[in-house]
């Protein structure tokens, strides 16, 4: 972001805040480049480091991205969680939601997302119990399943409310914060796990590029996505972001 704010404000402060730049996507930019190894910097984020030039159309194109993220936090984080634990008819349940567009989507997500928690804290104890007797701790790998569908839900009840919504203000920040705290422990989780190379698991911090990807080309007239450097510059130089 404060590559982005110096190229399109040569004038200006050094800032992570760049005006030009949707506020959703500008706080999950932020959290993939500090979650992102050095050496892997240049591969996996130089090539769109200037993607997200221009995003920041208005309120209503921001509140449909928030409704994305909420989407990918419901019906792509919270599954995978699930999954680690085998609770695979729940992860189910949840990929099978209606995309997340919309007030009403969001609050049936949210209804739905709820009841798995409390049926995945009960599979939870239950282990525990069947493992290590009545007085057994869950250690946190066991409740993975629901402590990321609780963050995706409370992700989710927050752009539900749309008439609390404004962009700037304190409800971005709690979404992307609860979504990405969400993608944080499912990571945390691949990392605890043993794996082959034969089945590694699919690099989170991957999907979120993609996620990135996707809010960015939304609202653009002709999609395109600015995979070098050179590219960027002219569109800075003309002022044309959205062809």
Known sequence: ??????YAHSEKAWSDQPECVDPVIR???IWLNDHTPESEM???IGPHIFMPLGTWLGLELALS????????A???IAPMALNIETLNSEATTLESLTPITDRLTAEAA???AEWIVIQSRAAAKTRATTKAGPRAIV?????????VTNQAAYATSIVADASRWAPGQKAVGKLTEATLKAVSMVIDAQEMREVSESNRPVDVRHMVLDLIRELCEMGREEPRTYR?????LECLETGRFNE
């Open 139 to 147: 250690v946190p790998l066991d409740a993975l399943g629901a402590d």
């Open 42 to 44: 240049e591969r996996v």
């Open 74 to 76: 419901i019906r792509e």
């Open 27 to 29: 706080s999950i930019c």
């Open 1 to 6: 972001m404060s590559a982005i704010n110096w």
């Open 65 to 72: 991205r928030a409704y994305r993220v909420a989407d990918f």
């Open 110 to 112: 949210v209804k739905t």
């Open 228 to 232: 070098t450097k050179e590219q960027t």
